[in-house]
Nanobody, 129 residues
Framework: QVQLVESGGGLVQAGENLRLSCALSGRTFTRYTMGWFRQAPGKEREFVGCIRWSGGKTFYEDSVKGRFTISRDNAKNTVFLQLNSLKLEDTAVYYC??????????????????????WGQGTQVTVSS
């Protein structure tokens, strides 16, 4: 059974940093792409970025490029989302997800939720002024 468990969320002030983790279990994820999404209050869930498990290529939504970084630790079967210089508008529940996706630089493909088969429960990030 595939399980994704996020952790690391919390309350921070604007400008501070936070690192989220997503621990995966249940299978070997070599063929998988790991995605991060977020859902702000009153808004639809949106794509943040993703990483191909094999090789570590990454792809980001434009608004977070340069501030957010996705990485993975193969030995620990864990994916990370480093959130730097947080802004008030980054307040959201952050989700990790995974699926077998042909990794491209195509936003429509990489951001489509229907391509991600397994999801975590989410972790809350709240940024205060």
């Amino acid at each position: 059974q595939v399980q994704l468990v996020e952790s690391g969320g919390g309350l921070v002030q604007a400008g501070e940093n936070l690192r989220l983790s997503c621990a995966l279990s249940g299978r070997t994820f070599t063929r998988y792409t790991m995605g991060w999404f977020r859902q702000a209050p009153g808004k639809e869930r949106e794509f943040v970025g993703c990483i191909r498990w094999s090789g570590g290529k990454t792809f980001y939504e434009d608004s977070v490029k340069g501030r957010f970084t996705i990485s993975r630790d193969n030995a620990k079967n864990t994916v990370f989302l480093q959130l730097n210089s947080l802004k008030l508008e980054d307040t959201a529940v952050y989700y990790c997800a995974t699926g077998i996706i042909t990794f491209t630089q195509n936003m429509e493909t990489m951001s489509s939720e229907r391509n991600y088969d397994y999801w975590g429960q989410g972790t809350q990030v709240t940024v205060s002024s």
